[in-house]
């Protein structure tokens, strides 16, 4: 993120830029870039979003999975070392991280469980493990918390703030007889980012099953459907 004075007027997508305006830029449109500019210009600060990719609409989202790979990843040249899996055997394989507008949060699962306590405390927790670097966050979840309601009240995350759970799929409920018969009390379907009904200008989920290839049906929450707009 950097202060930009452009020495000349110009346009960016269509939009004119005066000469003497300051204004932030961004490189990046998807969880954080895309959350920035949509908190730095609803407080008034001019703001240039810079995307390497392009702006896929909902309409363009192919509900196959490779296709969908080939479609939205970054399939940049890239190569990977070390003695991991991936490295042995798929150095080469561009990674599933989305080049287009609204970043890697138009392919994410939708996922919005919270840490808890003794995860900001890893190393309070657990001790000297070998081979491992476990450290103490510097903040609690008392300290968070409120960032948490924010990010979950602006998502719509299920299960959280009033918000109603997803209905259970049949995956879900084979999981969650297995969860039951060996002796746990607390399993759901969620907190996702995915409406169980419609939320925030979004309609509620049709259970299609096609996250990872880009919501055709805009319930999940991603910066592409509501910080950038």
């Given at each position: 993120m950097m202060a930009a004075k452009p020495a000349s007027g110009g346009s960016v997508t269509g939009y004119s830029i005066d000469q003497t305006e300051e204004a932030v830029v961004i490189i990046g449109s998807g969880a954080g870039g895309g959350t920035l500019a949509y908190e730095l210009t609803a407080k008034g600060i001019p703001v240039v979003v810079l995307e390497a990719g392009p702006h896929l609409g909902h309409d363009d989202y192919v509900n196959n999975e490779w296709e969908a790979f080939n479609q939205m990843a970054w399939l940049d040249p890239r190569t990977t070392t070390g003695s991991w899996r991936i490295a042995q055997d798929f150095p080469n394989l561009p990674a599933w991280i989305v080049?287009?507008?609204?970043?890697?949060?138009?392919?994410?699962?939708?996922?919005?469980?919270?840490?808890?306590?003794?995860?900001?405390?890893?190393?309070?927790?657990?001790?000297?493990?070998?081979?491992?670097?476990?450290?103490?966050?510097?903040?609690?979840?008392?300290?968070?918390?409120?960032?948490?309601?924010?990010?979950?009240?602006?998502?719509?995350?299920?299960?959280?703030?009033?918000?109603?759970?997803?209905?259970?799929?049949?995956?879900?409920?084979?999981?969650?007889?297995?969860?039951?018969?060996?002796?746990?009390?607390?399993?759901?379907t969620g907190p996702y980012a995915t409406n169980a009904e419609e939320y925030d200008g979004r309609p509620a989920s049709i259970q299609d099953g096609f996250n990872f290839q880009g919501d055709k049906n805009k319930s999940k929450w991603s910066t592409l459907v509501r910080e950038i707009p």
């Open positions: 080049k287009a507008v609204g970043g890697t949060t138009t392919h994410w699962s939708g996922a919005t469980p919270r840490f808890k306590n003794h995860e900001f405390r890893a190393r309070s927790a657990y001790g000297r493990i070998e081979g491992a670097n476990l450290l103490d966050w510097p903040i609690t979840l008392e300290e968070l918390a409120p960032y948490y309601d924010r990010a979950e009240k602006s998502m719509g995350s299920t299960h959280v703030h009033g918000r109603p759970p997803l209905p259970a799929n049949n995956n879900y409920k084979v999981f969650a007889n297995g969860a039951k018969e060996v002796g746990y009390r607390y399993y759901a």
